[in-house]
Every structure is written in C-alpha cells, then in structure tokens.
C-alpha cells in the first residue's frame, strides 16, 4: 500500500496558516494590507481580547462579486498576479491568494463584501474552514471581515499566543506600520470597544507622523530626499536627526514599494549611514521609503512577506548609507540655525570666528597643541572653575564678554554684540555649559563636545595625511583563512592609510609592523581580526574611512576633557566655537547628545506662563 496521501484541502490550509497567521496582529496585516490592495480609503480594525476573541476590518475598498467572494477562500486564489512575468515584478501587497483561506482555516470567520453600484452584496460564513452560509448581504460597499475565536480548533497554536495585553500591543503596532505606509488612508483601530487611534487621511508623512507621534517627534526629524544610484533606488522619508536614538526597533522603519521590511541589509545600512551619530545598542529613529523597480526586489522570500531580497544588495545598501549620510550633515545647518540670532545666518558668522580663536588669545584647549595625534587634557594650573570667575581680560573688543557682562546683557537684545549667536551663562557641575540664544536655554555637555571636537580633527588629519603609524618591536605574523586573506591583499593600501603596517607573507599568511600611534598596546593579530570583520561586512569604499573613524572614536573618549574638569571662561568659549564648527556637532563620536535646547516656550510652560 502505498504511504504517500494528498492532504484535505482544509488540512492544507491549516498548514499554511501555520506561516501566515501566527498570531493575531499577522490577521491584521494580512486584512489590512488586502483593504489596501482593494483601493480602500478608510480602514477601520476592531479587535477584542488582543485580537483572540475577536478581529475586524471593514473598509470601502472596491469590494467583491458574488463570484470572487466564494473563490477568494479558495487556496491560491488571487486577482493579484496571473504569469510568472507577474512574480517577477509584484507591485501589489498580496500575491499568494493564501492568507484569506488560511485565517478561515483556523477561525470562525465572517466575510461581507459588495462592490459599489451592486444591487447586493454577499456574506459568507466560514467556520473551521468549511463554508456553512453564503447569502446576500445589506452592508455598504467595500469589505468587513470578522475573525472570531482564532485558533479554536488548534489548541497547540492558541497556547503560543501571549497575554491579551501583549497581542494587543502587537497589533497596534502593525497598525502603525501600516498608517506610517499609507498616509493617504484614514485608519481607526478600536480597542475593546474603545477608540484607540483615529487618523484622518494625511497630505504627507510628516502630517502622518505629526498625528501618530506628536509634533515634538517631528521637529526633531529630517527630510530625506535622493534618486539615483547604481540601483536607480529612490529614497524619500524622514528620520532622526544625529543624536536621536531609541531603545528598540519600534520607530526603526524602512518600507520598499511600500511594504514594512525587515531586512539585515537595510538595518546595516541605517548603521553605517549614522555611524558616530548613534550611541551603541542604540536605534535610529526612521520612516523611511524606497521605491525601487519591482523587478529588482524579490517579494516571494517569506510567506508573511516580511523579508525581500535585493538583486543589488550592495547598490541599495550604498545608496541608504549616503542618503543618510548627506542627511545628517545637512541637518547640521538645520540645527545651527536655532543656536543662532535670527538676524544673521550662523554659518557666515562661524566663519569670521577663526580669527578670535587663532587671535592673541589662543587658549590652552588641548587639541590645538598637538601635532602628532597626541592628545592631552588641560593643565591643572590652567582650570579653575567659573563662576563666579573674572574671566581673563583681553584686548580685543570684540572678543567675548566676561561672565558678569554676560549676565548683565541677559534678555537685553540691543546691548548684546550683533556678532553673538550664542552667550555663555556658566558652568554647571563642572560639566554642563549654559548658554542664552535666540531659542532659549542651551545645555552643552563639555565632554561630549570636546569628544566630537577631537574626533573631527582627527579624522581630517586621517583623511589629508593618513594615520601616523608607530613600529611594533618586534613585527607579527599571522594566517587567515582564504576569504579574509583574500580581502587584506585586495585592501593593503587602504589599511596603510589607516597606519596598519601589513603586507603578505607567503600564502594566507601576513605580517604586520606597525600599528596607529593612538592604539594603545593592542595585539596586533587580535586587532587585524576586529578589522578584518568590522570590514569586510562593508561594502563601500568609504568603508577604510569608516572603521579609522571607529579607531578613532574609541581613542578619543579617553583624551578628551573630563566631565569635571573644570574650564576657564575663554576654554569653554572656544570649545563651543569648535564644536558649531563641526560637521555634526550635536552628537559625540558615540552618538550621545552633546547639546540640548530648552526653549522659551518650554520654560514658560514650565513656569505656568503658557498653557
Ligand atoms: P492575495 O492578497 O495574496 O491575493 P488573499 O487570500 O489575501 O490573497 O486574498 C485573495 C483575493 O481576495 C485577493 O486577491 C483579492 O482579489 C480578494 N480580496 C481579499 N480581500 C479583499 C478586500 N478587502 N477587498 C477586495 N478584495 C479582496
Ligand atoms: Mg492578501
């Protein structure tokens, strides 16, 4: 007798669900993302219970016949692809004709659908996976699809599911996924008979954004615009600017040709691009969008279509890299302007600064003084600690006015010098620079600042004259394995730049002979190794330049000055100029904030003054 059966259908597609509909938030994007496919204008998603008692989608999408209602609990039954060309190139969310079976599989399960200018509709009843009513239905055009009970008659996966709570939750979130996709579409989510969320259909992201997450968010967001690229990838979207970050992935969004993904490239890409301008463990905030030629994406990876895979993982991974890297530094001037007057543009006021700070009055900041990326902290004679402190006189009149003067200009426009953009108040806990301008209260954080002073000077220094490099004692040889050899010899030249001595020394085997100078005691072979996979996951050319930049991070912490160091009036001022002058000054090389703005506003708010 033969051992081989074909499986019930209604077994079948139990055992796809079983990749489909894991839990309930994955019925509601299933729903949600065929709402979309069907035109819909509005979305409506009530849930009961976490989405365990009860799930429902009603939209005013294009709705069905008759015919396609009964065909659409069929399995691979779709009106979305028809060739294989279609699969090739996917530019609807579904494609599989799976989901809708699959749920009624394992649901008791409720579809109501009409088409608009049909006399009726139709609603079909499904319980277990066998269709027990179909009749003409009353309701108005679109769809409404009831899942109730989910996974009633499969014990094994109802014990999978978490709290009430915890479904809950997670099907909020994909209804965030979905909302910060698709702006246009007004969604309502109902929770146990409350109104969770109610967003009205929005003219752009931002406005999306604004209603998701508040106004605050927003401001604190960049606008990402790029096309182009070996992989004719656009790019559009928002995201956090430097020094941003979250503690999980929630806000890390990145959609291609609309659809929410997850993807270790695209992930790997958002760190490359913010690098220094995030904190380790730390995640980008971003809502980002790449629309690139279907063809170049294979949707068909994972059955909930989680995943994708890109025919040019390098080109697409570049192209983010650089989106996001040219965001940032823009956003830099976007930032300036609030530390500066509203009557001068700051970025022409920083530039007729060198002069004060290379002047006569060249303070004893420790990065100006070394040549040979030797870093050191302050003199202990030089620090006293302000305020109160007579700042040291000086001859130029128009150099920075001493503390008490400071205090006396205070709130008063006119008597302030035109040329300042920003004015010291003082320094707190021997940490925390105070500063006026036109916004309000400015919190510095001297380390970091220092920390992201240092790290641009070093890493301008990398990039003109390559790392200076120190002979190790006694030289060290090493062996790779034949995929990381091959990477070195194809690098040599980018790893002398970065002051590593190696070359090759016979087959897979290499010799080092001298390290960067600011590489303190490291093993040589150890260190080759970090190299070697901090690299070799990077695809770009700027990547050489990338991991000196992380050498250099690591070693700057250490030089820089002090959370309680204290510093004279003329240090901190200079301070603050360097760091407005650097290319992403409010962030350290670790991605911590190295300033923070309290706004008049929020001080009145604060006091009372304002509602
Ligand atoms: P897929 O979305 O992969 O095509 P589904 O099982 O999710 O497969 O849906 C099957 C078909 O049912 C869809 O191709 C579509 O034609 C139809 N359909 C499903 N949901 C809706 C809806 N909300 N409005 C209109 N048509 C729908
Ligand atoms: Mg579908």
């Known amino acids: 007798m033969s051992r081989i059966q074909l499986l019930p259908e209604i077994l079948a597609s139990q055992v796809a669900a079983g990749e489909v509909v894991e839990r309930p938030a994955s019925v509601v994007k299933e729903l949600v ?21 009860l799930i429902r989608v009603v939209d005013d999408g294009c709705g069905m016949d008759p015919d396609d209602a009964l065909l659409c609990l069929e399995r691979h039954a779709t009106s979305k692809i028809r060739s294989s060309e279609d699969l090739a190139a996917i530019g609807t969310l579904g494609f599989r004709g799976e989901a809708l079976p699959s749920i009624a599989s394992v649901s008791r399960f409720r579809l109501t659908t009409r088409e608009a200018g049909a006399v009726a509709g139709t609603e079909i009843v499904v319980s277990g996976g066998r269709i027990e009513t179909v009749r003409d239905g009353g309701e108005a055009p ?71 997450h508040g106004s605050d968010l927003v401001a604190q967001l960049l606008e990402v615009q790029s096309a182009g690229g070996r992989s004719r990838i656009e790019i559009s979207g928002l995201i956090g600017r430097a020094g941003l970050s979250r503690q999980t992935r929630t806000q890390q969004l990145v959609f291609v040709n609309g659809r929410a993904i997850e993807s270790p490239v695209l992930t790997a890409a958002l760190r490359e691009g913010y690098h220094t301008a995030l904190m380790k463990g730390q995640f980008p905030v971003t809502f980002l969008f790449l629309t690139i030629d279907p063809a170049a994406v294979d949707v068909n990876v994972h059955p909930a279509k989680r995943e994708v895979r890109f025919r040019d993982p390098a080109g697409v991974r570049e192209a983010l890299v650089e989106a996001i890297r040219r965001t940032l530094e823009g956003g830099r ?79 008063d426009a006119i008597a302030a010098p035109a040329s300042q953009e920003f004015q010291i108040i003082g320094v707190l806990n ?36 390559g790392v200076p490099s120190q002979r190790l004692l006694l030289p060290q040889t090493f062996d790779l394995p034949p995929r990381d050899a091959e990477w070195v010899e194809r690098n040599v030249a980018a790893l002398q730049k970065m002051g590593i001595g190696i070359e090759p020394f016979g087959a897979n085997t290499f010799k080092i002979d001298s390290l960067p100078t600011f590489l303190h005691a490291v ?14 996951n990077m695809s770009n050319s700027s990547s050489a330049l990338r991991l000196g930049e992380d050498m250099i991070a690591k070693t700057v912490c250490r030089h820089a000055v002090k959370a309680n160091d204290p510093l004279r009036y003329l240090e901190v001022e200079k301070l603050i100029r360097d760091l407005l002058a650097c290319e992403l000054p409010y962030c350290c090389p670790h991605g911590r904030p190295t300033m923070i703005q309290i706004s008049l506003g929020e001080l009145e708010k604060k006091f009372g003054r304002k509602v």
């Open 430 to 465: 021997k940490l925390y620079v105070l500063m006026e301008n036109a916004n309000g209260l400015v919190l510095v954080d001297q380390h970091a600042a220092h920390e992201r002073v240092l790290f641009e000077e070093l890493r301008r220094r990398m990039e003109e004259k």
């Open 142 to 212: 679109g769809t409404q699809i009831e899942v109730r009970s989910l996974f009633y008659n499969l014990p094994a996966r109802r014990k999978f599911l978490r709290s009430e709570n915890t479904e809950s939750r997670n099907v909020e979130h994909q209804l965030y996924l979905q909302a910060t996709g698709h702006p246009q579409i007004a969604f309502a989510f109902v929770r146990d008979e409350k109104i969770a969320f109610q967003l009205p259909a929005a003219s752009s992201l931002r406005e999306r954004i604004r209603d998701l």
């Open 33 to 53: 993302e065929n709402s979309i496919d069907a035109g819909a204008r509005t979305i409506q998603t009530s849930i009961r219970r976490g989405g365990i008692s």
């Open 523 to 536: 093993d040589a072979a150890t260190f080759m190794r970090e190299v070697i996979d901090g690299l070799r």
């Open 333 to 411: 001037s976007d930032w300036q302007q609030q530390f500066s007057a509203p009557a001068e543009p700051p970025v022409e006021r920083l530039n007729q600064l060198p002069e004060i700070a290379r002047g006569p009055q060249q303070t004893n900041l420790p990065h100006r003084e070394f040549d040979q990326f030797e870093l050191r902290t302050p003199t202990v004679e030089s620090r006293f600690a302000p305020p109160p402190v007579v700042p040291p006189s000086h001859e130029d009149a128009e150099g920075p006015p001493a503390w008490s003067e400071n205090l006396a200009n205070n709130g």
